[in-house]
């Protein structure tokens, strides 16, 4: 089986990581890009602006 080239990421507010409000989004798992935190201008509907988001870890996984 080959190995996967991207992986799922969750984007929160830089302002408030704790937000209602995220994106996810798919980052590189090999070469420079995946060695860097992902940062991202995005549009927060809690706030009607738009907004630094940065990379941080998935929730933990619940059955």
Do not use: C, D, Q, W
Not at 7 to 25: A, D, G, H, M
């Amino acid at each position: 089986m080959a190995k996967k080239s991207s992986i799922k990421v969750r984007l929160v507010p830089e302002s408030k990581p704790n937000s209602p409000f995220f994106y996810y989004v798919k980052k590189p798992t090999s070469g420079e890009k995946a060695k860097i935190k992902l940062k991202a201008r995005k549009y927060n509907p809690a706030t009607r602006k738009h907004e630094i988001f940065i990379e941080k870890k998935l929730p933990p996984h619940s059955k």
